[in-house]
């Protein structure tokens, strides 16, 4: 088990341009989570997914944002027409649930920059 | 909603030093607590956890007890090295639900 895996590390885009994210949670980990952390704060959540299914959005998800996790494995976040306040990094935890526990495996994020 | 208010950084302290970071909370009915670190260039690390008053969290000779009348969750450590120099998140769940996390402290300890 290699943990959470986050593609690419980092994204230099410019304003109005459409950036793609990918996460690879842990193997049978039924819970993916995606998370956004600006400089100096903690993360803030966005969305999670049990299996396929979205099953919660932030009101920090606008429009622009979308998140998808297809067959219930990896996840990919969509970011449309970004702005330069989208600059964060966007970090990806998994967990497992109905094993009596609550923890939640991040991975080591994508740092988006729009220039 | 749930919270998690904890102080802020920069914290500096010689090798070998007490370290204490304190952390309150604010959540219906019963989290989970937690402590994060991140390293630099890193990802967040859970660091230890607690899941009901009274527990005590502990791992790499960092500890934090779950006071449930203070609602707090102060992280200590008797003698900090440089290798502990991260940032520390205190943080929160009601259970297989999104994270809370309190704005982090940023720890330098100094040789």
């Known amino acids: 088990d290699t943990g959470v895996s986050q593609n690419p590390r980092h994204k230099i885009t410019k304003r109005g341009q459409n950036v793609t994210f990918r996460c690879d949670p842990i193997s049978e980990h039924n819970r993916l989570y995606w998370y956004r952390q600006t400089l100096g704060q903690g993360p803030e959540f966005l969305t999670y997914?049990?299996?396929?299914?979205?099953?919660?959005k932030s009101r920090l998800l606008s429009d622009r944002f979308s998140a998808e996790r297809p067959k219930g494995s990896f996840s990919t976040l969509e970011i449309q027409r970004t702005e330069q306040g989208d600059s964060a990094m966007y970090l990806c935890?998994?967990?497992?649930?109905?094993?009596?526990?609550?923890?939640?495996?991040f991975g080591a994020g994508t740092r988006l920059s729009v220039l | 909603g749930n919270s998690v208010t904890q102080m802020e950084g920069p914290v500096t302290l010689s090798e070998e030093a007490f370290l204490t970071i304190n952390c309150t909370y604010t959540a219906t009915g019963y989290p989970s607590l937690f402590w994060y670190v991140q390293y630099p260039g890193e990802g967040l690390q859970l660091l230890l956890k607690a899941t009901k008053a009274d527990d005590k969290g502990s791992n790499k000779g960092f500890e934090a007890t779950y006071r449930k009348e203070t609602t707090s969750f102060h992280l200590e450590k008797g003698s900090v090295q440089v290798s502990d120099s991260a940032v520390y998140f205190c943080?929160?769940?009601?259970?297989?639900?999104?994270?809370?996390f309190g704005i982090g402290t940023k720890l330098q300890v100094i040789p």
């Open positions: 943080a929160l769940t009601g259970g297989y639900q999104k994270v809370t």
């Open positions: 997914f049990q299996n396929e299914a979205q099953l919660e």
């Open positions: 935890a998994s967990s497992f649930v109905g094993g009596g526990g609550d923890i939640q495996y």
